[in-house]
């Protein structure tokens, strides 16, 4: 069956940086698109990026270029997200999320969702 | 980037009652918005996309119109497994979610 499974919680001082994982199991890695969503402590659902995990090309919301970085193991068939310079701000779980179409970026995500990433940004 | 305004932000029901919930794009995205529902502790579910087509497995007390910049979602008679927050996304660009209405059953 699809599995999306996310590393660990993190905690980190501001200003560093976070690599937050998210394996993929049960379908052909290279076919779906994978996205990140954020979400702070009860707020809102927020975009951050995706990539094609066929080409390794990547998307990113405009708050968070420069700061986002995508890459991918496809031996492992996991996708990371790697965030800088961390503020409190940045406190929030993390989700990836497996777009639903099929070779093409739909930006629905449907049934499969990684557990989320709880990250925590304190001095 | 596109805007996506929910509302209201929160509202209380009773279980049969007929909720509509609504949500505004900053310009118009045509009909690529989707609705997710989220109760506390869980990852969100996809209820509509494409404006108004049911995903496969949720009601159909669920339903969703609209294009261009207005759209909606109704629930036709509430139930209680139906609290928790509703989102509205636009994937007319790269996406963005409205801030969500809290839905409480009295």
């Known amino acids: 069956q699809v599995q999306l499974m996310q590393s660990g919680a993190e905690v980190k001082k501001p200003g560093a940086s976070v690599n937050i994982s998210c394996k993929t199991s049960g379908y052909s890695f290279t076919s779906y698109y994978i996205h990140w969503v954020r979400q702070a402590p009860g707020q809102g659902l927020e975009w951050v990026s995706m990539m094609n995990p066929s080409g390794g090309s990547a998307k990113y919301a405009p708050k968070f270029q420069g700061r986002a970085s995508l890459t991918r193991d496809t031996s492992t068939s996991t996708v990371y997200l790697h965030l800088s310079s961390l503020q409190s701000e940045d406190t929030a779980m993390f989700y990836c999320?497996?777009?639903?179409?099929?070779?093409?970026?739909?930006?629905?995500?449907?049934?499969?969702w990684g557990q989320g990433t709880l990250v925590t940004v304190s001095p | 980037d596109i805007q996506m305004t929910q509302s209201p932000s929160s509202l209380s029901a009773s279980v049969g009652d007929r909720v509509t919930l609504t949500c505004r794009a900053s310009q118009s995205v045509s009909t690529y918005v989707n609705w997710y529902h989220q109760k506390p502790g869980k990852v969100p579910k996809l209820l509509i996309y494409g404006a108004s087509s049911l995903q496969s497995g949720v009601p159909s007390r669920f339903s969703g119109r609209g294009s261009g910049t207005d759209f909606s979602l109704t629930i036709s008679s509430l139930q209680p497994e139906d609290f928790g927050t509703f989102y509205c996304?636009?994937?007319?660009?790269?996406?963005?979610f409205g801030g969500g209405t809290k839905v409480e059953i009295k």
């Open positions: 996304q636009q994937t007319y660009s790269l996406p963005s």
């Open positions: 999320a497996r777009d639903s179409g099929f070779a093409v970026a739909t930006f629905i995500l449907d049934d499969y």
